[in-house]
């Protein structure tokens, strides 16, 4: 069983910082890809940054230039450092793990942490 955990959200300033960890648990395999996702309310979960385990990102044109995405294998951690928040970046971020093999798709998700940009 493959478990995420994920801290660090909460209330910021516009313009301010945050930085989001994700911890996963299990027996999970090697290569992988992990990910930040998030969900405004009455809005579908959208895309925000992935990363593969060989460190190849992709973000959110949304997010581009304004967050870092980064993991370290040996924790089974990864991270999202978000910075010049803005009150649209408001959402529950949830965090992504999957992988392929042969026969089958694996693609846990995390219990999300809330972000509030607010003045």
């Known amino acids: 069983q493959v478990q995420l955990v994920e801290s660090g959200g909460g209330l910021v300033q516009p313009g301010g910082s945050l930085r989001l960890s994700c911890a996963a648990s299990g027996n999970i395999f090697s290569i992988n890809t992990m990910g930040w996702y998030r969900q405004a309310p009455g809005k579908q979960r959208e895309l925000v940054a992935t990363i593969t385990s060989g460190d190849s990102t992709h973000y959110a044109d949304s997010v581009k230039g304004r967050s870092t995405i980064s993991r370290d294998n040996a924790k089974n951690t990864v991270y999202l450092q978000m910075n010049s928040l803005k009150p649209e970046d408001t959402a529950v971020y949830y965090c992504?793990?999957?992988?392929?093999?042969?026969?089958?798709?694996?693609?846990?998700w995390g219990q999300g942490t809330q972000v509030t940009v607010s003045s």
């Open positions: 992504n793990l999957a992988w392929v093999d042969a026969t089958w798709t694996y693609d846990y």
